[in-house]
């Protein structure tokens, strides 16, 4: 008498072993033959179907670097277009303007700032600056002061005469080794309005002259109102260091 069949294989039918086709895969050279007349032969190695990830990578790719391109020629076409821009000189109606002088050294341009500005509508801001060291005028009391200015071009120096309508001070008028008061007289004698006011700039010039205008105010309002740092005043240095030995 025959064996039982196994648990669960009662009713499945037996499997022909006639020409079954072959589902073996094959790896490298490794072939398996098969009698299946309608199988194909694998694609050569090194050789990409249609359809292969070495394809799609190679059209990512070049899909990629065709927009990284245009989006580099944009850019910078859209660069040379705002370098044009900024670098083009507005058009300067030089009937209809005022004159600033700026008395600054050469680390803020300030032309920017004023560049494309009007005064009362169509009167353009024209802007010289400068400093104190590169300019001389002489005033009078009727048409005001006349201001000479060196302007450097290459090696040379050109001078050029203008009128200022206004002045605008961004740097002290005396230093260690300098003294530029004659300026801030000669413009308070033309009668050139400026900010910070040219009476300001020139009492402002000495601290001592400073503190004494603010020991009146301590005096008139009292110390707790209006508290100083006290301070002592020496006319030179070498009496300091008299009193200290």
């Known amino acids: 008498m025959p064996p039982p069949p196994a648990p669960g294989t009662a009713n499945i039918p037996p499997q ?12 490298g050279k490794t072939t398996t033959a098969t009698n299946n007349p309608t199988a194909s032969a694998a694609p050569p190695r090194g050789v990409s179907a249609p ?3 070495a394809k799609s990578r190679e059209s990512l790719l070049q899909r990629v670097q065709s927009l990284t391109g245009a989006a580099r020629d944009q850019g910078a076409s859209i660069l040379g277009a705002a370098v044009q821009s900024a670098t083009r000189a507005p058009a300067f109606n030089k009937d209809k303007y005022f004159t600033l002088l700026v008395l600054d050294d050469h680390n803020t341009d300030w032309s920017k700032y004023f560049r494309g ?5 169509d009167y353009d801001i024209r802007v010289e600056q400068a400093e104190f060291r590169d300019i001389t005028l002489h005033a009078s009391a009727e048409s005001g002061p ?8 290459g090696d040379s120096r050109i001078p050029r005469m203008f009128r200022p309508d206004f002045v605008l001070i961004r740097q002290p008028p005396r230093d260690g080794a300098n003294d530029y008061r004659s300026t801030i007289l000669g413009l308070k004698y033309g009668g050139v309005p400026s900010i910070n006011s040219l009476h300001s700039i020139y009492q402002f010039q000495d601290k001592p002259w400073v503190f004494a205008h603010l020991q009146q105010l301590q005096r008139r309002l009292g110390k707790e109102n209006f508290p100083l740092i006290e ?3 020496f006319p030179s240095p070498k009496y300091l260091f008299e009193r200290g030995r």
Request: proline share 10%; glycine share 6%; hydrophobic share 30%.
């Open 16 to 27: 022909p072993t006639g020409n079954a086709p072959d589902f073996s895969l094959s790896f």
């Open 51 to 53: 359809t292969s990830p």
């Open 117 to 121: 500005k009007r005064l009362h509508g």
């Open 146 to 153: 006349v201001v000479t200015m060196e302007v450097h071009r």
């Open 231 to 233: 301070q002592t005043f």
